[in-house]
C-alpha cells in the first residue's frame, strides 16, 4: 500500500518554466491538498480538492493551477515558474472532512533559478 | 490570513523532561489535529481533537482545546530524543485543513 506518492521528489526549473507535480493516492481518498512549506511559515494551503472533478482555492493560489480528472489523482501545475515559488511542496489526501486525519506524501523540493 | 499560530517557535528540554505547545487559530472548527514532522519529511498525523471535546490522551500525548479562547495545547511527556521534530497545529473546517507555523523541539539526551 504506498499511500500518497508525488512525483517528482526534486526539481529544478528556470524562472519562466512551467511544470506539473503529480500526486497519486490509493486509499480511495475524496479530499486531496496541496500545500507549500517555507522556511518559517509552515505549511500554506494552495488548492484543494473535495472530490473528482472539484478544485478551489486555498491561501495562496496564485500562480498556480490545480486538476481532479481522476479521484486519485491532484496535479499542480505552475504555467511559468518564479524564484517565490521556491519551496518545498506537500500533497496529502483525507477520507472525508470532519473527522479524520491526512496523509500526507514526502514532498517535492522545487527550485527555481 | 486564516494560517494559526503556535508558541513557541522553538522548544529546547532535557530529555525526560515534558514539552509544552501553544496552538492558536481563528476560525470555528470541526477538529483540531495535531501532525509531527522530522526534518525534510512528510508530516504524520498523531492526534485528533473534536470540537466538543476538551482533552484528548494517546500513549505519552494529551491535547486540549478550548474553543471559547480559539486555543490548543499539545503536551508530550516523558520527553525522549526521537521526539525532536516540529510539531503543527491544524484547524480543520469548512473543506479546509489550515496549519498552524510550527514549534521545532528539540530533546537533548
Known amino acids: 500500500n504506498a499511500g500518497v506518492t508525488q512525483t517528482p521528489k526534486f526539481r529544478v526549473l528556470k524562472t519562466g518554466q512551467s511544470m506539473t507535480l503529480l500526486c497519486a493516492q490509493d486509499?480511495?481518498?475524496?479530499?486531496m491538498y496541496w500545500y507549500r512549506q517555507d522556511p518559517g511559515m509552515g505549511l500554506r494551503l494552495i488548492h484543494y480538492?473535495?472530490?473528482?472533478?472539484?478544485?478551489a482555492k486555498g491561501e495562496v493560489p496564485d500562480g498556480y493551477n490545480v486538476s481532479r480528472l481522476k479521484k486519485q489523482n491532484f496535479l499542480l501545475g505552475l504555467e511559468s515558474a518564479a524564484p517565490s515559488q521556491t519551496s518545498v511542496y506537500f500533497c496529502?489526501?483525507?477520507?472525508?472532512?470532519?473527522?479524520?486525519?491526512?496523509?500526507f506524501g514526502q514532498g517535492t523540493r522545487l527550485t527555481v533559478v | 490570513s486564516q494560517q494559526g499560530e503556535e508558541d513557541p517557535q522553538a522548544l529546547s528540554i532535557q530529555e525526560g523532561e515534558n514539552a509544552t505547545m501553544n496552538c492558536s487559530y481563528k476560525t470555528s472548527i470541526n477538529n483540531l489535529q495535531w501532525y509531527r514532522q522530522n526534518s525534510g519529511r512528510g508530516l504524520v498525523h498523531l492526534i485528533l481533537i473534536r470540537s466538543n471535546e476538551r482533552e484528548k490522551h494517546s500513549g505519552r500525548l494529551r491535547v486540549t482545546l478550548d474553543t471559547s479562547k480559539k486555543s490548543s495545547s499539545l503536551l508530550i511527556t516523558a520527553s525522549r530524543a526521537a521526539d525532536t521534530a516540529s510539531y503543527f497545529c491544524a484547524q480543520d473546517s469548512s473543506y479546509k485543513l489550515i496549519f498552524g507555523s510550527g514549534t521545532r523541539l528539540l530533546v537533548r539526551p
Open positions: 486509499m480511495n481518498h475524496e479530499y
Open positions: 480538492s473535495v472530490g473528482e472533478g472539484t478544485t
Open positions: 496529502a489526501s483525507s477520507p472525508r472532512q470532519g473527522w479524520t486525519e491526512a496523509f
